[in-house]
């Protein structure tokens, strides 16, 4: 069974920087494309990034780019999403889930974890 796990979610002021990891067990996540994403309350879940297997290719939504930057370690078997200059809209759950496709879409991934609660205030 593949189980996910996020954390180093917290509250920060805004323009603060937070660093995400996403932790797996049950699998190898180097098997699969990695994926962020976050929900506020009353909004669907959106993307946030993907990287690809092999970490070499990323991308990421217009709202965080130039801001967030995810990475991966294979050999510790984790993905990671560091948040700089964060912003008040950027509170929300975040998530790591895994595809067996590069994708920003949401239904394409499998496995997810239960999340990470992110807070930036003004």
């Known amino acids: 069974q593949v189980q996910l796990a996020e954390s180093g979610g917290g509250s920060v002021q805004a323009g603060g920087s937070l660093r995400l990891s996403c932790a797996a067990s049950?699998?190898?996540?180097?098997?699969?494309?990695v994926g962020w994403f976050r929900q506020s309350p009353g909004k669907e879940r959106e993307f946030v990034a993907a990287?690809?297997?092999?970490?070499?290719?990323?991308t990421y939504a217009d709202s965080v780019k130039g801001r967030f930057a995810i990475s991966r370690d294979n050999a510790k078997n984790a993905v990671y999403l560091e948040m700089n200059s964060l912003k008040p809209e950027d509170t929300a759950v975040y998530y790591c889930?895994?595809?067996?496709?590069?994708?920003?879409?949401?239904?394409?991934?499998?496995?997810w974890g239960q999340g990470t609660q992110v807070t930036a205030s003004s």
């Open positions: 049950g699998t190898t996540l180097s098997s699969y494309n």
């Open positions: 990287i690809r297997r092999s970490g070499i290719e990323s």
């Open positions: 889930a895994v595809s067996d496709l590069y994708s920003m879409i949401r239904r394409h991934y499998r496995y």
